[in-house]
Every structure is written in C-alpha cells, then in structure tokens.
C-alpha cells in the first residue's frame, strides 16, 4: 500500500493511478516534487533493503523483498 501526502509549502503530487487499482512492479503510478513524500506499508514479513537516509528512485530502487503468497 502507498500513500501520496503534499508537502506544506509546495503541493505538488501527480497520481495516475485510482484507488484500489493493482500496478505492476517496477509500474510508475504518479510523481511527487518539492518535498513530498511517500510512506509504504509493507507486511511485517517483508525483509528491508533500505535504510534511513538511503536515495531510492521509483521503478528502479528495490525497496523491499515481499514474503510469498500463501496458496501459490
């Protein structure tokens, strides 16, 4: 799950994407400049391949490793 959120000072979020509509990995789904950030929720299993402070760029960057799906 992600979350687009506005900066204070310069609102500038590009979302292409619709609620609840799936994307692809490595699918860009909207930009964000000036300031704005992005939170990621993942599940508890995942494992981390970043760390604070780390550049990551969208499409590219691999943030975090997914556990399987169950029944596949």
């Known amino acids: 799950l992600c979350i687009q959120i506005a900066g204070l000072i310069a609102r500038r979020i590009v979302c292409w994407a619709v609620p609840g509509e799936s994307v ?35 499409g590219s960057s691999i943030i975090a490793e997914l556990p399987p799906a169950e029944g596949l």
Do not use: A
């Open 24 to 58: 692809e990995k490595g699918e860009r789904f909207g930009l964000i400049r000036f300031g704005s950030r992005m939170d990621v929720y993942l599940p508890q299993t995942s494992v981390i391949r970043v760390k604070v402070g780390d550049k990551v760029k969208g």
